[in-house]
């Protein structure tokens, strides 16, 4: 293997009605022994999360806040924080509480090594969980089937929040999804553009509905249509064609030059 490189990895943090666990969600961001950014994106929140994040942006706790007048989805937050990131790498933290960021040193282990393009942390991998819901773990595995099915992958874990994939890899994908579709969508685009792939264990400690749980069987209908959409529709991405060089430290003091960094706290309405 090669020699590990310190990288900068930045985490988008889509907020949406997420005050009970926002603040909790960034602290142990920053906990973890990385060269992290964070950048938040508050999804048209109504119970005060942006003014949370405004004030965790005045203390430098959030190094990048952006913040939209209207909910647009998850999928709009996404692609404006990789819009944003000047990290090497990055990955998608929801302010849930369910995903352990402690873990991202595991998913960001491949990718340093260059052995992999993108990490798909699996929640049934082995590693322990909180056990909830039967149905939505039987839902899960289907839409993991039907899209290993039409991208020839043989992920255990489709849907997993923890998504890792270099930055220079993942500017490269047409994403178009603005909701929970971005999953499915992130998942057929890496396929696509015949991304090295990796799947790493992780732990999970899912919330219940009364605990602000808010995706529902909808959106596993929803889910489905997208898998279908984003493999057998149009917007592909172009091929990698060549391996994407080892990522190198040394260029990290500089990675976006300054006139086209975003502005430390944007609005925008999309």
Do not use: C
């Not at 190094?63 to 909910?71: G, M, Y």
């Not at 190198?248 to 999309?270: F, I, K, L, Y």
């Amino acid at each position: 293997m090669t020699q590990p490189v310190a990288l900068r990895l930045s985490v988008i943090m889509p907020v949406y009605n997420e005050a009970s666990t926002v603040e909790a969600s960034i602290r142990r961001v920053r906990e973890i022994p990385l060269d992290v950014e964070v950048i938040a994106i508050d999804d048209g929140s109504a119970d005060g999360s942006a003014d949370i994040l405004g004030t965790l942006r005045d203390a430098g706790v959030v190094d990048r806040l952006i913040l939209h007048e209207r909910n647009r989805g998850k999928g709009a937050a996404v692609r404006a924080g990789i819009d944003a990131a000047t990290g090497h790498v990055l990955v998608v933290q929801d302010a849930d509480l369910e995903y352990d960021p402690r873990q991202l040193p595991t998913l960001l282990a491949p990718i340093q090594d260059n052995l992999a393009d993108a990490v798909f942390g699996s929640r049934f991998l082995g590693s322990p969980r909180r056990v909830l819901y039967f149905w939505h773990r039987v839902g899960n595995g289907l839409l993991t089937i039907v899209s290993n099915m039409l991208t020839d992958l043989n992920l255990t874990d489709m849907e997993t929040g923890y998504k890792m994939i270099r930055t220079d890899v993942a500017r490269k994908l047409p994403l178009r999804a603005d909701r929970f579709g971005i999953e499915p969508e992130i998942t057929a685009r890496l396929a696509q553009a015949g991304a090295r792939i990796y799947e790493v264990p992780i732990t999970y400690h899912g919330r219940t509905y009364a605990e602000g749980k808010k995706i529902g069987w909808r959106d596993g209908f929803a889910a489905l249509w997208h898998i279908l959409r984003f493999n057998l529709g149009p917007g592909r991405p172009a091929a990698l064609t060549r391996r994407p060089a080892p990522l190198r430290a040394e260029v990290s003091g500089d990675r976006v030059p300054a006139e086209h960094r975003p502005a430390e706290v944007a609005r925008t309405d999309g």
